[in-house]
């Protein structure tokens, strides 16, 4: 059974920096995409960024552009996204997704397999 779990959310005040890993298991996701999403309370999940399986190929949103990096560790089957100098409208829960191609896919549609999601909360 696949499975994608998120962790390293919690509370930082606005202007500070968190760290968010994704650990995949079941199956390897090595060749496929991955990419982190978020959803604010009452707004659709959006995506936040997006790499293939080559990492150094990533999409970022236009907001977090500069401020947010992804990485990706093959070998352990891992996604992280660094997040630095975060904003109260940044709260949300922040979901990990894997696809079973091969791209950079930034829609919901692109993606099989969700984590269950971990909180962020940026405080003013």
């Known amino acids: 059974q696949v499975q994608l779990v998120e962790s390293g959310g919690g509370l930082v005040q606005a202007g500070g920096s968190l760290r968010l890993s994704c650990a995949a298991s079941?199956?390897?996701?090595?060749?496929?995409?991955m990419g982190w999403f978020r959803q604010a309370p009452g707004k659709e999940r959006e995506v936040v960024a997006a790499a293939s399986w080559i990492a150094a190929i990533a999409y970022y949103a236009d907001s977090v552009k500069g401020r947010f990096t992804i990485f990706r560790d093959n070998g352990k089957n891992t996604l992280d996204l660094q997040k630095n100098n975060l904003k109260p409208e940044e709260t949300a829960v922040y979901y990990c997704?894997?696809?079973?191609?091969?791209?950079?896919?930034?829609?919901?549609?692109?993606?099989?397999?969700w984590g269950q999601g971990t909180q962020v909360t940026v405080s003013s």
């Open positions: 997704a894997a696809s079973s191609g091969t791209a950079v896919t930034t829609t919901q549609r692109g993606y099989d397999y």
């Open positions: 079941g199956r390897t996701f090595s060749r496929n995409g």
